[in-house]
């Protein structure tokens, strides 16, 4: 049977760094209050005219390089952003091009803070059916182009940045021990929408808008949609909590992973955690986590990786992949 294999991986963040007691300077908020709420410490931000596909061109070249590929070898092209270059053409064609791709296809995924695992599921129908061979999958934002900076509910949270991975079908045994993506799980429920959304849009205001949150009201939604989610990959193949050697999760709030491992029983050290670094990075945030996990050396061949993500929509997805 053909898996989706993950063969390179890599993220990739703008120089400039924004701390807490930057943003103390510019809202009424404080580094106490941000790190006892969030876990955040910094976060990158993109330089004026950076956008999206640079980002995403830079994890995407990295990600090549990891895997041994060039142009040549990449059939498809899927990038998941809320923050797009332009209204279109999509983000993914822009970085296709830049890159020197020129076969296959391209085009953007929305799925906001759950992109990157709504583009793994994309991505592994896809190479499973044999209709691609080998994809470039990218996570990249700059969310920073759509935070109201006078809000401080919710500027202080989020960052820019991306990340990639290149993802080749191969022909494997199957089972829960063979290397690949065993399992992917997604979500949707549009009634949440009035919780987390952008307050603009080419149709409706001819404006980019600006990110609004309930956040409580996101949070409590998050535990409770990230908990089923994990528990349905684990069900559709069989693996329990115990198995899962690193858990890769979206990175919104250090309370909700430790809250979701909590629940899981599993240990918290074995919880990726950029969100004290990055902040919340939205469709980059899974990617850039797992780039950070196999460059320091912790994720090992043959680990159980549980990915999972939640989002505006609201979006929720989970994906359990052999390394
Ligand atoms: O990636 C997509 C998914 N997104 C998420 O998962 C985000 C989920 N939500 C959260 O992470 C949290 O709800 C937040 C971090 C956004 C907020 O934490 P909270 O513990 O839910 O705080 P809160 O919104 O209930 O606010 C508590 C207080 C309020 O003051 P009052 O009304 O109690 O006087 C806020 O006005 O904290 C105040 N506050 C702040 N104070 C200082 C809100 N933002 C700030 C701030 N600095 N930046």
């Known amino acids: 049977m053909i898996r989706s ?11 400039r760094v924004l701390t807490n007691a930057d943003l103390a300077a510019m809202v009424d908020t404080s580094d106490e209050w941000i790190v006892a709420r969030t876990g955040i410490r910094q976060r990158h931000i993109a330089a004026e005219g950076e956008t999206t596909s640079d980002l995403a061109v830079q994890a995407a070249t990295k990600a090549m390089e990891a895997a041994g590929v060039g142009a040549d070898d990449i059939d498809l092209i899927v990038v998941a952003t809320a923050t797009p270059d332009n209204t279109f053409p999509a983000t993914a064609t822009t970085v296709q091009s830049r890159l020197g791709v020129r076969k296959g296809a391209a085009f953007d995924i929305q ?17 499973k059916a044999g209709q691609f ?23 202080v949270l989020f960052g820019d940045g991306a990340g990639a991975v290149v993802v080749e079908g191969q022909e494997t045994a ?39 949150m309930s956040g409580k009201e996101v949070f409590k939604h998050a535990v409770t949609n990230l908990s089923a989610v994990i528990n349905e990959a684990l069900d559709a193949t069989g693996l329990q909590a ?27 050290d074995k919880v990726v955690v950029t969100v004290d670094r990055h902040g919340n990075t939205s469709a980059a945030s899974v990617p850039l986590a797992l780039a950070h996990a196999i460059g320091d050396g912790r994720i090992k061949k043959g680990d159980l990786l549980l990915l999972e993500a939640m989002g505006g929509g609201f979006t929720w997805g989970s994906s359990l992949v052999r390394w």
């Open 5 to 15: 294999v993950i063969t390179g991986c890599a993220g990739h963040l703008p120089d």
């Open 111 to 127: 799925a906001v803070c759950s992109g990157f695992i709504y583009g793994l599921a994309t991505v592994d129908n896809f190479l």
């Open 133 to 155: 061979d080998r994809a470039l999958l990218i996570g990249a934002e700059t969310f920073s182009r759509i935070l109201d900076w006078e809000d401080r509910t919710t500027c």
């Open 174 to 212: 199957g089972g829960n021990d063979a290397p690949g993506v065993l399992t992917t799980h997604i979500h949707a429920d549009g009634r949440h929408h009035d919780l987390l959304y952008v307050d603009g849009g080419p149709s409706k205001t001819q404006t980019v808008g600006h990110l609004r």
């Open 242 to 268: 115990d198995d899962i050697d690193w858990v890769v999760p979206h990175q919104a709030n250090k309370r909700i992973l430790d809250g979701t491992a909590r629940k899981f029983g599993l240990d918290p």
